[in-house]
């Protein structure tokens, strides 16, 4: 079954601005990883924060997390087309498996 | 490029018939997750694999089976293929003391 769930579900951006993602999840968890898909190709790994960090930042990425909310965000700042593809959560909560939301999917106009 | 590869890219099957995917994961990691992903949804777990054993497992039937390797390599075996089965089919290996899973690019399967 599926943990997380993302918010929006589809958005749509012109190239520049920032592009915010959220993600709420069920249980307890160990880590908290974002990914990005591109046409139903593999999934690329973008970020991991563990249960006791807040925020973490990579590059144009920065990610946040609330464990008493259950919640996570992910912004992408000065967004390109390039970026536009689906985003996913997934939570690992040492059950040697990870459970996904069902994404969202960023457009990122030119 | 994250270094894990499937075959085939592609594969039509029919109903009732079996399949195997294969996966080879990224030099060193001895860990190898498999997850189905339907179309517009998020991938799901369906079993994991440690040194050749298998070591958790989602909400799939029996038909679904795997197998890893000394090499680390793995199979995703799925028997009596229904139309639901129809999805992307994705292999992500680990290293040892590592979080991260690193996803292959994944195998279509259309069952008709």
């Known amino acids: 079954s599926q943990q997380g769930e993302e918010d929006p579900q589809a958005l749509s951006i012109q190239e520049g601005e920032n592009a915010t993602m959220n993600c709420s999840y069920k249980t307890s968890i160990n880590n908290l990883q974002w990914y990005r898909q591109n046409s139903g190709r593999g999934l690329v790994h973008l970020i991991l924060i563990r249960s006791n960090e807040r925020e973490k930042h990579s590059g144009r990425l920065r990610v946040t997390l609330d464990t008493s909310k259950k919640s996570s965000s992910l912004l992408i700042t000065a967004s390109r087309a390039a970026d536009t593809a689906s985003y996913f959560c997934a939570t690992d909560d040492w059950d040697n498996d990870m459970r996904f939301g069902a994404g969202t999917r960023l457009t990122v106009k030119p | 490029e994250t270094g894990v590869t499937q075959s085939p890219t592609h594969l039509i099957k029919t109903r009732g018939q079996q399949v195997t995917l294969r996966c080879s994961s990224q030099?060193?990691?001895?860990?190898v997750s498999w997850y189905q992903q339907a179309l517009g949804q998020g991938p799901q777990f369906i079993f994991q694999?440690?040194?050749?054993?298998?070591?958790g497992r989602g909400n799939f039937p029996p038909r679904f089976s795997g197998l890893q390797f000394p090499n680390y390599s793995s199979e995703l075996n799925v028997n009596a293929l229904e139309l639901d089965d129809s999805a992307l089919y994705l292999c992500?290996?680990?290293?040892?003391?590592?979080?991260?899973?690193?996803f292959g690019p994944g195998t279509r399967l259309t069952v008709l």
């Open positions: 992500a290996s680990r290293g040892q003391n590592t979080d991260t899973q690193y």
């Open positions: 694999y440690y040194r050749e054993e298998e070591n």
């Open positions: 030099s060193g990691h001895n860990t």
